[in-house]
């Protein structure tokens, strides 16, 4: 039998695929995906060979080979900090011959520490295979190795999981991310899931990330790392793994807009010390001796990756009792500090204030939130660090955004445009352009009440007729702008359309029985000539901005499609 197996796993080859930070473009784990299946006789599916295995009872015995071939392989990877992302079947922690200790004895043959390998568990099947995952999670996770929950969405009870599981890592589903930027429902999914682990202390993998605007959907939704073939695709040749792809960074840079994005400023980071997750009980009480002012330390691994933290109140009853201090000096006392690591919330540092806050705020019994860079342990930022940030950023909010809509003004609509200019040939943009007509007539009428009423119901509808992601501004009275990144345009001008003829049906109601019913009012133009005026309505000019668009002609094609989209009742388009 073992003859037969081994000449099997012989055949067969690892390729590796690459996960980055969704924010810095720099590798952070790769993923072993078997490759040669088609070589062993009667096998057409890589799950085939493992339904073989498990009908011999040889599961556990297989695994363990092919758990030594990937890790054999990747141990000639020379770049440093890296991860192994290992898929692990869920029935081997019910083989016949399954043993704790195995990866320790591979990873210490190839001088690997334990926090280099992740495992894998897919949450594809039935509502036993959950329990078993659960219960294979926990006992990982007893021995201090990384977990992560693969194919996260499709299985049965996904959210029973995320509850009860203690993953360092979710990786949504393909089906979830494939072509989420015109999804609007799989876009709220993926974000509630994303709020969801974050809170509960896990990071978040988009996998099969394809597009670059699938990429930009996915890392402004709060993704932490990418994988799928716009960064790479598998790959056996080792040497084509990079530290870094500067396709993703080019990509970033064209993305970003100063402002989207109030950096943490480092005075409000505490810079906490941390220990090891492999450090000794004893190890334990005397930090909390050494540092009497603390109540809690963070936990990193080998690689100084963020892992958790140990609150002192949850070992004061062995560290204070009589014996505590003498059995956690004892070599032979088997007590992990692991068994106190509690998740918590932390961030990216370069997520910035807003979504440092937004992240705070779904969790208001917390003390604080903890910082990381590129997933290592940075610092942590105090709850009253974090409420003068809110206040600082309430201030600066307020001074940038128009104080009847709340909506961004002018200074962050001369940016979007400036951005969209410099980076045309990376990304089309597309501008949109806002004016009501017989607005004056209408505020002299039914007074600036009811006015304010007209701009706030418009306002309103822009926000639930565009993305999340659209840029949705306040130019002032009643003007509005909107600025969209890498859409298409018969895309923008449907929505358009639809939200100019809602808004001219929604605007009736404003008006009394009489003005409704006979569709028009009376009143006095600019040059207080009486005049009959129809009921409000909204004109659209857009404007696309592409790699063919010349600077010095922005102004005077917005100026004449501003004046031609007032004698329409749908909106006007063009390029430049």
Excluded at 228 to 242: A, F, M, N, R, S
Excluded at 356 to 371: C, K, R, T, W, Y
Aim: contains cysteine; aromatic residues 12%; neutral net charge.
């Amino acid at each position: 039998m073992k003859i037969k197996w081994n000449s099997i796993v012989e055949k067969l080859d690892y390729a590796f695929q690459p996960i980055i930070h969704a924010h810095s473009g720099k590798i952070f784990a790769v993923e072993a995906l078997l490759r040669n299946v088609e070589k062993i006789p009667n096998i057409n599916y890589i799950h085939d060979i493992f339904d073989l295995a498990y009908e011999e009872n040889y599961l556990y015995e297989f695994d363990l080979l092919l758990r030594e071939k990937a890790i054999e392989k990747f141990s000639k990877i020379s770049i440093e900090n890296l991860q192994l992302y290992y898929n692990l079947d869920n029935r081997t922690i019910h083989a016949k011959n399954y043993t704790k200790g195995n990866t320790k004895k591979i990873l210490k043959k190839y001088n690997l520490p334990k926090s280099v390998i992740c495992f894998e568990l897919s949450e594809r099947g039935t509502i036993e295979d959950q329990n078993n995952l659960v219960e294979i999670i926990q006992n990982y996770n007893s021995s201090n190795y990384n977990i992560a929950i693969d194919d996260f969405g499709v299985g049965v009870s996904g959210l029973k999981l995320l509850y009860f599981s203690q993953a360092n890592i979710i990786k949504i589903d393909r089906f979830f991310i494939e072509n989420i930027n015109e999804d609007a429902k799989k876009r709220l999914f993926c974000s509630s899931i994303i709020n969801m682990a974050h809170i509960m202390g896990m990071k978040v993998v988009a996998e099969g990330v394809e597009t670059l605007k699938e990429f930009y959907t996915c890392k402004n939704i709060g993704a932490d790392f990418i994988q799928g073939y716009l960064v790479q695709k598998p790959t056996v040749d080792i040497d084509e793994i990079k530290p870094i792809y500067k396709d993703i960074v080019k990509y970033l840079l064209n993305e970003k807009r100063a402002d989207d994005n109030a950096p943490i400023e480092q005075e409000f980071i505490q810079n906490i010390v941390p220990i090891n997750i492999d450090s000794s009980l004893h190890s334990l009480f005397l930090y909390f001796k050494d540092y009497s002012h603390s109540s809690f330390v963070p936990i990193v691994d080998d690689y100084d990756n963020f892992i958790g933290v140990i609150y002192e109140v949850d070992i004061k009853q062995i560290s204070y009792s009589q014996y505590g201090l003498a059995l956690a000096q004892n070599k032979s006392y088997s007590t992990k500090i692991s068994k106190y690591v509690k998740q918590v919330i932390s961030i990216e540092a370069s997520w910035g204030i807003d979504k440092a806050l937004q992240i705070f705020n779904q969790d208001p019994n917390s003390s604080g939130i903890f910082i990381t860079k590129a997933n290592k342990y940075h610092g942590f930022i105090d709850l009253r660090s974090l409420l003068q940030l809110s206040h600082k950023r309430t201030i600066e909010i307020a001074e940038n955004q128009n104080p009847l809509t709340r909506l961004p003004g002018n200074k962050q609509i001369e940016r979007f445009i400036y951005d969209s200019l410099e980076n045309k040939n990376s990304y089309k943009s597309h501008i949109l352009y806002f004016d009501f007509d017989n607005f004056k007539p209408f505020n002299d009428t039914y007074g600036f009440r009811q006015g304010d009423r007209a701009i706030l119901l418009f306002a309103e509808l822009l926000q639930k007729k565009y993305p999340s992601d659209t840029f949705i501004a306040h130019i002032g009275g009643d003007d509005f702008f909107i600025g969209i990144k890498n859409s298409d345009i018969e895309d923008v001008y449907e929505r358009t359309k639809e939200a100019l003829d809602e808004f001219r049906w929604s605007v009736k109601n404003l008006y009394n029985e009489t003005d409704k019913k006979n569709g028009h009012i009376k009143g006095k133009d600019r040059f207080g000539e009486n005049r009959i005026f129809e009921l409000l309505s909204c004109s659209c000019a857009i404007i696309e901005i592409s790699n063919n668009s010349k600077k010095a002609n922005f102004d005077y094609t917005l100026n004449v499609m501003k004046k031609y989209s007032k004698d329409l009742d749908r909106p006007i388009s063009a390029s430049f």
